[in-house]
């Protein structure tokens, strides 16, 4: 089996951890769930995060073969269209994407000339498709639930899963975002945890419960035996009837308005209008 190396950039602004995993034969790699640094109050965006990123791949004479988002994240901009021009690789999701797109373009009542069909990303991944990291064969699995389009990548003996999970000590991912369904996202944790305990698994997101260390890599074991949400023993009805208790108690979060926007284009921003400005839109009573 193969054991990719996986350095982690955590991002404390929003709980992101990117991940750039390497093929250990090669200086191919890929960067996994990229940050685009976005202040709210002004609403400007920064590039520390992606820089950090740039400034190791290039120290390391690295190849960016994939820049993979694991689904459209709600906390946090993407900053793929920015790797992309300074490293290369191509832009990858999961096929879903198209449903979320459809979702969310309604939402915003988008310019006409926006696609809703995927095609602001340069590959998109079926259930199973395979494809490669330099000499490593990577897995793109559809694991909806927390939203339509959720894709987990297992590379090696590493497990990449977005939000579908946190650290058994967090739980999982909430399920009440358009699309999300809790029922559903029981059963594709259950695809998850049946791959071989061993297997690394890295998160999305840490939010350092009870003021512990970041910690983002744990293993399929250590999921199904102490996982606070879905460990061995859970039922589905269990977990879809804490899941959606649970979920009618969170606030929507900080950046979801701005961060749906514009990692359904990929990263893009959207387009300018006649002014040369680029707006973001807040629909009223909607959410």
């Known amino acids: 089996m ?4 996986v350095r982690a950039f955590f991002d404390a ?5 990117t991940y750039v995993v390497k ?13 685009l640094d976005y202040d709210a109050a002004s609403g400007r965006t920064r590039t520390e995060s992606a820089d950090r990123v740039i400034a190791m791949i290039q120290a390391d004479d690295l190849i960016v073969d994939w820049i993979l988002e694991t689904h459209v994240h709600a906390d946090h901009l993407s900053a793929a269209p920015y790797l992309h021009r300074a490293l290369g690789g191509q832009i990858g999701i999961g096929n879903h ?4 797109q459809t979702i969310f373009a309604a939402l915003f009542n988008v ?3 926006f696609k809703r069909d995927g095609s602001q990303f340069d590959a998109l991944f079926d259930d199973n498709e395979t494809f490669q990291i330099g000499g490593m064969t990577a897995t793109a699995m559809h694991t909806p639930g ?4 959720c894709m987990s990548y297992l590379i090696g003996d590493a497990l990449f899963v977005g939000d579908t999970l946190f650290m058994p000590d967090y739980g999982t991912a909430r399920c009440d975002f358009p699309g999300g369904d809790a029922r559903t996202l029981y059963q594709s944790i259950q695809r998850l945890l049946a791959l071989p305990p061993e297997t690394r698994m890295f998160l999305c997101h840490d939010y350092l419960p009870n003021g ?14 102490s996982n606070i ?14 899941r959606t208790a649970k979920d009618q108690t969170l606030s929507m979060p900080t950046l979801i308005l701005p961060s749906v926007q514009i990692n359904m284009r990929a990263g893009q921003l959207p387009p300018a209008e006649a002014n040369g400005t680029r707006y973001l839109k807040i629909p009223l009573d909607a959410v």
Request: glycine fraction near 2%; proline fraction near 7%; hydrophobic fraction near 35%.
């Open 2 to 5: 193969i054991k990719p190396d």
């Open 13 to 17: 602004a929003t709980w992101t951890l």
């Open 23 to 35: 093929d250990p034969d090669s200086a191919h790699c890929a960067i996994i769930d990229s940050v």
């Open 97 to 100: 994407i198209v449903d979320v």
């Open 111 to 113: 310019e006409p000339e």
């Open 146 to 149: 927390h939203t339509p389009a």
């Open 212 to 225: 512990r260390e970041l910690t983002y890599q744990t293993t399929v074991e250590a999921q199904r035996r």
């Open 229 to 242: 949400h879905v460990h061995t023993g859970i039922s589905e009805e269990e977990f879809v009837t804490m």
